[in-house]
């Protein structure tokens, strides 16, 4: 084992933990926390408040009879519980987080003071336009370079995710099928590799889906594509790279056939962050495409918002870009909030305000400090690190496309796996034991036992190589003949909660006490 120079090992000490268990549940430092209204003491209180004299009709007979149900808890006690809590979380910032698909990079800290700059940090919305031109100017100036960057001619920033994004472009979409009076589309066409959120929108917006096949080599398959085409197709929603890491090839040659049969090309844009700098999507025939800053311009993802999706358009789309919009003139920028001018077909808002403007402040930041010959090593580095793993675990994990070279994400199969008695799930959660997230598992549906990595452009050598090791440990040991999996089958071990029953925490989430 090597060590570094404070004699602490630099690869994973793979040993078994079996047989081991504190007095209390705790794991060394990380104490157990349950939650906090499971903390039974509700009569206590870290506050002391005077005594007061209420007169019962001071309220109308509204006064409470019951106690309200607080725990009753300390400053530090409730700080701690919070702390605890914290640390039962994985972050970017503890170790690499291979989540394919969601792009979970390093948040640089410069990001983050920008964005507390008081000029910026301490504005509000509804202040005269006048009086926070800087801000509309930095709008202008994140629009300018996500146009630059994509090819395109306009760009809507409101939207507040991914999936709000494509809602979005969506709408932009069917208010201009109307303002055509082509209205009668109803059809949007998904490949059976893309994101839930594809169809998901599409049928959000009042469109069927029909699904697209995919070629032996994990493409969209053209033929399949020309017999789903009919008069009533709105539109294609198709993922570049797509979701099983790799280039549509034939991209241009898809957007002239949904061009030619009377529909729009929606671009699902997650995975911009394997060809930002190097191709731009409106060469490509792309009509709109949502970017998630929090993948591509390194935002943080902020488990459910607030995250930022804004969506470029086409010059076809273009007139229908939802409000507000920023225009300029003799006395500086201003905001259009409704349909005049040249957004006088806008269809309407995504949201209140402008949208995430810290989530703005960040991903320009980041635009700025990388500059354009930045950008495009952030591509090619985020392409290399995926190649990476795969060429280093390629000889014990299965791979389904094999090939040529994957873009920014290794996509693997569960073929290696059969006969050992070790699912996919097993293989994944026995990662939490050796101190990585999971990579994402069982998507895309169209490979069976999925396991897609995405490292990003932020991790070093040394930090893949970390993981390389541990994967392979993992990898051997499953495979290995042996009649005790349960390293996997029981896996976690180590982490302070194992295996949840995902499916019924959110359908019937316990809210109350
Ligand atoms: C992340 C992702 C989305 C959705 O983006 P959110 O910002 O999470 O709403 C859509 N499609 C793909 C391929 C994604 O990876």
């Known amino acids: 084992m090597s060590m570094n120079r404070t004699g602490r090992p630099t690869a994973p000490v793979v040993t078994a933990h079996e047989g081991f268990a504190s007095l209390t549940d705790g794991r060394g430092l990380l104490q157990s926390e349950r939650l906090i209204f499971e903390k039974k003491d509700y009569t206590r209180t870290g506050v002391d408040f005077a005594d007061i004299e209420i007169a019962a009709d001071d309220l109308s007979g509204l006064l409470r009879e019951e106690d309200m149900g607080l725990p009753g808890l300390t400053e530090p006690e409730a700080i701690r519980h919070y702390v605890r809590l914290s640390q039962y979380n994985h972050a970017i910032d503890l170790a690499l987080y291979p989540l394919g698909s969601c792009t979970m990079k390093h948040n640089p800290r410069l990001n983050e003071k920008m964005a507390r700059l008081t000029g910026l940090g301490d504005i509000h919305p509804l202040q005269p336009v006048s009086t926070v031109q800087g801000a509309i100017q930095l709008m202008d100036v994140l629009a300018r370079w996500l146009k630059t960057l994509t090819g395109m001619p306009a760009v809507a920033l409101s939207p507040k995710a991914g999936a709000h994004g494509e809602l979005c472009g969506l709408l932009a979409i069917k ?7 082509q209205g009668h589309r109803r059809t949007v066409l998904v490949p059976k590799s893309a994101h839930g959120t594809n169809p998901a929108t599409a049928a959000f917006v009042g469109y069927s889906v029909r699904e697209i096949g995919q070629t032996a080599d994990g493409r969209v398959d053209i033929a399949d594509l020309k017999a789903r085409l009919s008069d009533d197709v709105a539109a294609i929603m198709l993922t570049n790279p797509n979701t099983c890491g790799l280039f549509e090839r034939d991209i241009i040659a898809i957007a002239d056939i949904i061009h030619a049969a009377g529909g729009y090309f929606y671009c699902d844009g997650a995975n911009f962050n394997a060809i930002v700098g190097r191709v731009r999507p409106g060469d490509l025939g792309v009509d709109a495409m949502h970017i998630n800053l929090h993948k591509t311009f390194s935002t943080p993802h902020g488990g459910g918002g607030p995250g930022a999706g804004p969506v470029v358009l086409s010059e076809a789309l273009a007139a229908f870009a939802p409000a507000p919009w920023v225009v300029s003139g003799a006395d500086g920028f201003d905001l259009l909030e409704h349909g005049e001018g040249e957004s006088a077909a806008n269809f309407g808002r995504m949201c209140a305000f402008h949208g995430q403007m810290g989530m703005y402040i960040r991903a320009l930041t980041y635009m700025l400090s990388h500059g354009a010959d930045g950008l495009r090593q952030v591509s090619g580095d985020a392409v290399l690190n995926a190649n990476y793993i795969k060429a280093s675990l390629s000889d014990l994990m299965s791979v389904p496309f094999p090939d040529g070279p994957c873009m920014h994400e290794a996509l693997f199969d569960d073929k290696w796996l059969e006969g050992t008695g070790v699912t996919t799930l097993d293989f994944a959660k026995a990662m939490i034991d050796e101190g990585f997230h999971p990579m994402t598992m069982y998507f895309p549906l169209v490979v ?66």
């Open 175 to 181: 208010a201009a099928h109307e303002a055509s009076g």
């Open 448 to 513: 069976h036992g999925a396991m897609l990595i995405e490292p990003t452009e932020t991790e070093s050598k040394t930090e893949l190589d970390r993981f390389i090791t541990a994967l392979r440990a993992l990898a051997e040991d499953a495979v290995k003949p042996s009649n005790d999996k349960t390293r996997f089958t029981a896996a976690p071990h180590l982490a302070p909660t194992k295996r949840l029953d995902e499916t019924r925490a959110a359908r019937f989430p316990r809210l109350v006490w």
